[in-house]
């Protein structure tokens, strides 16, 4: 039977992590996995480590990581991958909303010959916004990362430990684990699951993790983005050019109709708008090679609850 090993990154979840524990450790027991948890507490605000801990304490397939802040959910999760010694890897969230019934349907499913098998929720139990985020998420990936129409991805999959292995030598410090996985393998199956209510607390998505997750997306494995806007520049300069030899003959054959200041304007403001915007999009790539050249780190740990010495990475 092989080993599972669970990566549930942590953040303001003291109210549910025990709950969710317990429903793995409830599955893997009644279907014989010997697996391993590693909860990786992502700077929360409330007392989850002390959860945590206590977890810890009590069973010794549990592995605690404490990180120095907060990181990011997905930094919270390349934080575990150092620890992981399971020859399947499942990765989930700390709310309860991904059912624990489903984890031996995704290994029935990964031992198929996949490398790695998503869940996918056709009616997810979440706000429209954060909805509305993660389907524009999916569009992209499939536009600049060219992901499979027919694979939807989500945070609760199970990966092949070859997968893991050469997650852990991602090394930019504003990981897109889902995009990474793309440049390993395209050998990716989903299986249908019901998304659960949340056991407690929020999502701590808003408009700015979203917007920033998604430009970590566009940016991070891909120079369409920068091939679009030069296409847009070629576009509009030609239209331009054409507009300005409009105007010249307009003139010409009406001499004493006044050139409006309103389109000038209003060309002068679209145009300056757009070059700020492909400024910015430049700046992205720019950005993140100077965070990469800097060895800016992924994440920084704190501390570590029943972790081997030679373990400790």
């Known amino acids: 039977m ?17 709950q969710v524990v317990d429903s793995i450790r409830d599955i893997c027991r009644e279907n014989t996995y010997p697996y391993q948890i590693i909860l990786s507490n992502d700077g929360s605000k409330d007392n989850v480590w002390e959860v945590i801990s206590s977890l810890c304490k009590e ?31 499942v990765f989930m969230d700390d709310d309860g909303q991904h059912p624990a019934a489903g984890i031996p349907v995704l290994v029935t499913k990964l031992e198929e010959g996949y490398d790695i098998v998503y869940a996918y929720f056709r009616k997810k139990k979440e706000s429209r916004f954060r909805m509305a985020g993660s389907n524009f998420n999916q569009w992209t990936m499939e536009w600049l990362m060219e992901k499979p129409k027919k694979v939807k991805m989500s945070s609760f999959f199970v990966a092949r430990r070859f997968v893991i292995d050469a997650l852990r030598e991602y090394s930019s410090p504003g990981p897109v684990l889902n995009g990474y996985f793309m440049q390993i393998t395209k050998n990716i199956a989903n299986v249908e699951l019901d998304h659960k209510e ?45 507009w300005a030899l409009v105007l010249v003959i307009k003139k010409i054959i009406y001499p004493m109709v006044p050139i409006g200041y309103t389109s000038i304007v209003a ?47």
């Open 2 to 18: 092989n080993k599972l090993s669970f990566v549930i990154p942590c953040y303001n979840s003291s109210a549910s992590i025990r």
């Open 59 to 89: 069973d010794k397939n549990i592995t605690g990581v404490c990180l120095s802040r907060n990181f990011g959910q997905q930094s919270a999760r390349m934080a575990a991958l150092p620890f992981v010694t399971g020859d399947y890897v």
């Open 198 to 242: 949340r056991l407690a607390g929020k999502s701590g998505y808003n408009f700015k993790r979203l917007l920033h997750l998604w430009m970590d997306n566009a940016t991070s494995f891909s120079v369409k983005p920068l091939r679009l806007a030069s296409s847009l520049g070629m576009i509009l300069s030609v239209i331009g050019f054409i």
């Open 267 to 313: 060309a002068i403001l679209v145009c300056s708008g757009l070059l700020m915007l492909l400024m910015g999009l430049i700046g992205e790539y720019i950005g993140r090679m100077f965070m990469t050249m800097n060895h800016i780190p992924q994440f920084v740990i704190r501390e570590k609850l029943n972790v081997e010495d030679e373990q400790n990475v």
